[in-house]
């Protein structure tokens, strides 16, 4: 008796592990099956990844699972021998031209985010590249510095007059601070 209620007890928590992982397997396949169709939709269908494995899979844990009933697993859960039931790449006998899938690829794409390159580009060409100050703004700040050096802290206002005469940002001028100080102390 105490064998039997244990057994019971452990089938329970067999049968809810089992569909706690039967969801998530399930959504994944759903995922992939998903994916795959966008990949034969880009494709145009010049490859296809088979799925018949996938039924089967399920079939055959399936019937393995309620094989306690004393169902035996039929005939045609089993995969057969010239069946894909492994997800492979199935290639048609045609000639694919690896150049000229690129560039449908690339004219495809190009046609769907031709947009956002567009706003990506002039976002890129607004940002001012990172470089060496001009050498007449620089030559004046360290001018600046060398005439207050015991005390290289400019105010506010000394920033804003630097900032006009150098032509540059007061986030330049401050940068430019920070780091001659980070050098030469």
Not at 120 to 140: D, I, N, S
């Amino acid at each position: 008796p105490e064998l039997d209620h244990f057994m019971e007890l452990y089938c329970n928590v067999l049968q809810r592990y089992h569909e706690e992982l039967t969801h998530p397997y399930k959504e994944a396949m759903a995922f992939f099956k998903k994916i795959e169709l966008q990949l034969d939709a880009i494709s145009k269908g010049s490859l296809s990844l088979s799925q018949s494995g996938e039924t089967k899979t399920e079939a055959n844990s399936d019937s393995a699972w309620h094989g306690q009933t004393g169902a035996a697993p039929s005939i045609e859960d089993e995969p057969e021998e010239g069946d894909m039931s492994s997800g492979e790449v199935d290639f048609h006998d045609e000639m694919i031209d690896p150049l000229a899938e690129d560039q449908k690829l690339k004219e495809q794409l190009l046609r769907k985010y031709s947009g956002y390159i567009f706003k990506l580009k002039q976002e890129f060409l607004k940002k001012k590249k990172k470089g060496k100050l001009p050498r007449e703004a620089r030559q004046m700040l360290l001018d600046w510095w060398t005439q207050h050096y015991k005390w290289p802290y400019p105010s506010e206002a000394e920033k804003t007059a630097l900032a006009e005469s150098t032509g540059l940002d007061q986030k330049q001028i401050n940068n430019w601070f920070i780091n001659q100080r980070k050098r030469h102390w």
